[in-house]
């Protein structure tokens, strides 16, 4: 690696990690996924069981432990906080820019790699998912190193980055390189290729990575093990969902084209020239990537749970083909630079609108959102300079992905802030936690809730589902004094399913409720 590459790859590996640890304690866990997956971890930290969650019996705390152990070893480390639930996604996020860099490095060359690295790093989708609590990075990392792996014919590390991706994500690990890199080689014709990869020594290097765990976990549980494998595998998704799933299928080209932001106006042309510009020597891997971002997008919206985190898998192949094409472009005419430039405006123009219209509802954050519109329009009107003016290519890409960057740097500052009582259950719980704690009062909190409540207050709460007939019978029946923490919109239901003469309201935060039974 040349002088001038090498110091390209240090501002890259300082940009990634700014963007991925930046802010990661700054708010509070949102509730979902990261105070599902949070308090699982804290209970498991906490005691001597590390098989079992004492709240959430079915769900085994390692059934895919990999995600849990690296999560309870930074609680253990950095104590029950914000930052240290989420510092391994922060981590395994740098992992994975660093290893597309050096791996599209290897593949193409030197600019590619960086290129694809710092797109990888600045897109809003990483830059999010960098900091939630939760095992979607560490997947991402082994997965993309399966690939990447199989790519490089560097088979024996393919095998054991499955074997750790199914550790932290159980059989998706296997299943989507599996179908990768068969659809891969059945579109090249070369399925006998399949019998070069070692199949069996591959297979038995994959258990000895899985099997082990697998192993102690049913001499200490026994057959409740096969119960609970089937019981996440139909329930997890609807119990852990990230602040921005959403049930539709019409929400993922939306997710796709947000996530992808400030590069989503480069990725269509990127996605047709790996087809139709690609060199001879580049094609067969240029299709690899495409078939590994098309099956993952297709494996997601088969999902009967939609999910807009399982679309994160995808980002690094469309990060390789915007690398490769960024690279050709600048070793080519600067004619390219006229239509980059047109298709960047309209992007940003996009952008900027999009701020307005999210934040225009709320006048507590409506300045907030016209502020980055503002500075959505200006990156979008320097970069068009740039590349139209001085026809820079080089300066383009940086300005570009440090819109990106800066944009959500931004945003995280202050527009979650403003929206986090939306969002989170913590400011309710800590400003009545004291008083729960001393009053001695059984806790109650509907589902979506009571992993925040749990975390926050480390006092026990039961769930109370006010969709249920017997869980509202049970609450019915529960003489106590008590706590009910519940959604402001699920009150309105519950006022016409149970006595709430009784029910004193105690505090209202943003959507959050709580009310005392005497």
């Known amino acids: 690696m040349n002088r001038m590459f090498r110091n390209e790859f240090f501002l890259l590996l300082a940009a990634v990690v700014f963007a991925m640890f930046f802010s990661i304690g700054s708010f509070p866990l949102f509730d979902g996924s990261e105070t599902f997956f949070a308090e699982l971890v804290r209970e498991m930290s906490g005691s001597d069981n590390y098989f079992v969650s004492q709240n959430f019996s079915a769900y085994p705390l390692n059934l895919w432990p990999l995600g849990t152990w690296l999560t309870g070893a930074s609680l253990h480390l950095f104590g029950i906080t914000e930052a240290s639930a989420r510092f391994p996604s922060a981590v395994m996020g740098v992992f994975t820019v660093l290893l597309t860099a050096v791996a599209v490095t290897r593949l193409f060359n030197e600019r590619a790699g960086l290129c694809a690295g710092f797109i990888l790093s600045s897109t809003v989708m990483l830059f999010y998912m960098g900091k939630t609590a939760a095992p979607e990075t560490a997947f991402l990392f082994f997965l993309t190193g399966s690939l990447l792996a199989f790519l490089q014919e560097k088979y024996w590390l393919m095998y054991l980055c499955c074997g750790f991706s199914f550790l932290t994500k159980g059989p998706l690990g296997l299943l989507l390189p599996a179908v990768i890199i068969f659809f891969y080689l059945l579109l090249l014709g070369d399925l006998r290729r399949l019998l070069k990869l070692h199949l069996f020594p ?9 099997l082990p765990w697998y192993i102690v976990l049913y001499e200490t549980q026994g057959p409740m093990i096969g119960t609970s494998l089937l019981t996440v595998c139909r329930g997890w998704s609807e119990a852990v969902t990230l602040p921005w799933t959403s049930g539709s299928l019409l929400d993922y080209p939306l997710v796709l084209l947000l996530g992808l932001f400030p590069w989503t106006g480069l990725a269509l042309k990127a996605v047709k020239d790996g087809i139709c510009e690609s060199r001879m020597e580049d094609m067969r891997r240029l299709i690899f990537f495409q078939v590994w971002w098309i099956t993952v997008l297709v494996f997601s919206l088969l999902c009967p749970v939609r999910d807009a985190g399982s679309l994160l898998p995808l980002f690094p192949a469309l990060a390789i083909l915007l690398g490769w094409n960024l690279d050709r472009m600048l070793s080519e005419e600067e004619g390219h630079f ?12 996009a952008a900027a609108a999009g701020w307005v219209w999210a934040t225009g509802a709320v006048d507590e954050i409506a300045y907030v959102g016209v502020g980055l519109a503002a500075l959505t329009l200006l990156f979008g009107i320097g970069i068009a300079v740039i590349l139209t003016v001085y026809k820079d290519g080089s300066l383009g890409i940086g300005l570009q992905g440090l819109s990106g960057i800066v944009i959500m740097a931004i945003a995280f500052s202050f527009l979650l802030p403003l929206t986090q009582d939306q969002l989170s259950i913590k400011s309710l719980t800590g400003e009545f936690g004291k008083e729960i704690k001393e009053s001695g009062r059984v806790v109650y909190a509907e589902p979506s809730l009571r992993p925040g409540v749990l975390f926050y207050t480390e006092e026990e709460a039961s769930e109370v589902d006010f969709n249920s007939g017997n869980s509202l019978q049970k609450l019915a029946k529960d003489s106590r004094p008590k706590y009910i923490f519940v959604r402001r919109q699920t009150y309105a239901k ?7 003469d009784k029910w004193s309201l ?13």
Request: charged share 10%.
């Open 202 to 210: 591959g297979l038995i290097l994959w258990l000895a990575v899985v």
């Open 338 to 349: 006229s239509g980059w430039a047109w298709r960047n405006s309209l992007m940003y123009l």
């Open 494 to 500: 519950a006022t016409t399913l149970l006595d709430v």
């Open 506 to 518: 105690l505090a209202e935060n943003g959507t959050y409720c709580l009310f005392e039974v005497k």
